[in-house]
RNA sequence: GCCGCCAUAGUGCAGUGGCCUAGCACACCUCUCUUUCACGGAGGCAGCACGGGUUCGAAUCCCGUUGGCGGUACCA
């Protein structure tokens, strides 16, 4: 085989989604893995749906998700420009072409005739597509209708009868009959191509070896072949994996909640976690594992992995593999990770000092295990950093309306202040000290410490907690927390 | 409607004619660890869409049915 090719062609029209950049980690798995080149190319030739800011957009998500292209916007390479909209001169001369050759011709039938004749079909219930009113014009007609409309399109000259066949690489030979192709716009009016046509010249262009693009565009393949042919070019691979659908089992979109990819970034999932679920949503290994290193997801990936039905994106499933690479993390990366959560909640300064930095430190260390995503953090330790901690009323409740849960407290703040060292021993010892002076043990003593010093009943261990929060205060709160309990027990 | 693709537990996969009393993971449930939560550990629940073939033997091959999805634009 020669050199494998792979491209990422992306429209400029919105967010990337899930299902686009699941695409993109096929291809450049695959690229990887056969020591072939990724290309970036953006299809930004409808003019009407483009999106601002969309191009960027795709690459920073790729840059996230370290999805490095080999050629493309920014980097270069042999083959550009990478932007169809800087390549309709192409386009243009191979659509003449076509249509000097006799195998395209122009169309002058108006959108609203189009749109008339598709009205008809339906109450028909029939539907061919154009009905190829200008396919086989007179030079004289041709004339006349050229005036008429001012502007026109070149359509493919589909042949009638007989089949298209093609090897997609997932689901072996695919037939369709070429009587019920669509003499479908290669160039539009306004000089821009159709994806069908772009597609075809950029990938033979660009030496594109395998197109893997989503189960969508099987449909379309016929047409793609067809043109291939009339071009005389050797078509690529072409390589359909499966939709990702939502729950409810359709193609992704925005009524399914969360299609951007960015907001998969915002919630904190991790990039080998998005990597790692997105090359097994479509694609398996043939093994009975879920969880794998970049490395070994470019030594495993192949073709033949790929499956051929639908995948249901399960965020359950996302959310667990997130909590599996989040405690596999490097502290010191997790730290850096999870500070910008901490900031924006208003939790940490902007810049931190040293002292708030090595703070933070300690308390994330303790969070690692309980979060599935890094904007989990914020509600799981926002106690840590505030001077009090909001008493939960049920907490408060439960564990101090006792009638020795003040005297309680103020013991334990009594023999913090008193300790001569801080360190969790000395203040495991303090706390249970303190609860056996009132005859109470176990859950009668922890628990009101803990809402004492945390305003609520869950958390990491207490007396971790206790010692990386410091004595002061510690102290503090115990002391407020007693004058709740004695108001409590008042009360 | 027409064309195409697909069909293993709720979800994601394994399985390519006998090793399947169908395996793994998530979710869910139980137990365990434990000062709480989480993590970890041990169990459990739950599936080959249906009907015909082929074969000594079928989740695996063939046909049909049903169902789901995709496409059917001067959007990609």
């Not at 292209?69 to 042999?78: A, F, N, Q």
């Not at 207490?462 to 009360?491: K, Y």
Request: glycine share 8%; charged share 30%; hydrophobic share 35%.
């Amino acid at each position: 085989m020669s050199e494998v090719r792979v491209r990422f062609a992306p429209s400029p029209t919105g967010s990337p989604h899930i299902g686009n950049m699941r695409n993109a980690v096929f291809d450049w798995l695959f690229a990887r893995h056969s020591g072939g080149r990724f290309i970036l190319r953006i299809e930004d030739t409808d003019r009407t749906r483009l999106v601002p800011g969309a191009v960027e957009e795709i690459m920073r998500d790729l840059r996230w998700l370290r999805l490095e292209w080999d050629e493309g916007p920014e980097v270069g390479g042999l083959c550009g420009p990478y932007f169809q909209s800087e390549r309709v001169e192409l386009y243009q001369s191979y659509a003449r072409q076509l249509a000097e050759e006799g195998k395209a011709y122009y169309c002058y039938c108006s959108p609203e005739r189009l749109a008339e004749m598709r009205k008809e079909q339906e109450a028909r219930r029939e539907s061919i597509g154009y009905d190829r009113r200008c396919r086989d014009l007179t030079p004289d007609e041709a004339e006349r209708l050229k005036g008429e409309s001012e502007t026109g399109v070149v359509r493919f000259r589909m042949p009638l009868s007989g089949t298209t066949t093609f090897k997609d690489v997932v689901r072996g030979e695919i037939s369709f009959d070429n009587a019920l192709q669509d003499d479908f716009v290669i160039l539009k009016s306004d000089g821009f191509p159709t994806y069908h046509f772009a597609s075809v010249v950029d990938d033979h262009d660009m030496l594109i070896s395998h197109v893997i693009r989503s189960e969508e565009w099987v449909s379309s393949t016929p047409k793609h072949i067809r043109l291939y042919e009339a071009l005389g070019w050797e078509p690529p691979l072409f390589v359909h994996p499966p939709l990702i659908v939502g729950p409810d089992r359709t193609k992704l979109s925005k009524r399914h909640g969360a299609v951007a990819f960015s907001s998969y970034i915002e919630e904190g999932y991790l990039p080998e976690t998005i990597l790692n679920f997105l090359a097994l949503l479509g694609w398996s290994a043939g093994e009975d594992r879920d969880l794998y290193s970049i490395d070994e997801l470019i030594e495993k990936f192949t073709l033949e992995g790929i499956i051929d039905h639908p995948a249901v994106f399960d965020t359950a499933k996302l959310q667990w593999m997130n909590g599996q690479y989040i405690r596999a993390c490097d502290p010191d990366r997790l730290v850096e990770l999870t500070l910008p959560y901490l900031q924006r909640a208003g939790l940490m300064a902007e810049s931190p000092s040293p002292d708030e930095l090595r703070y933070a430190r300690e308390v994330i260390r303790l969070m690692q295990e309980r979060m599935a995503v890094l904007s989990d953090a914020p509600k799981l330790c926002d106690f840590f950093f505030v001077d009090q901690p909001e008493y939960d009323p049920k907490a408060t409740d439960k564990w101090l309306s006792k009638p020795q849960a003040a005297d309680l407290l103020n013991k334990v703040a009594d023999s913090f202040e008193s300790a001569p060292e801080w360190n969790i021993e000395s203040i495991e010892n303090a706390v249970r000290a303190a609860g056996a002076e009132l005859g109470l043990e176990g859950g009668q003593v922890i628990h009101p410490v803990r809402v004492g010093v945390t305003g609520r009943t869950v958390g990491p261990g207490l007396f971790e907690t206790i010692e990386v929060q410091g004595r002061e205060r510690s102290v503090a709160r115990l002391r407020t927390a007693a004058r709740i309990a004695a108001r409590e027990a008042a009360g």
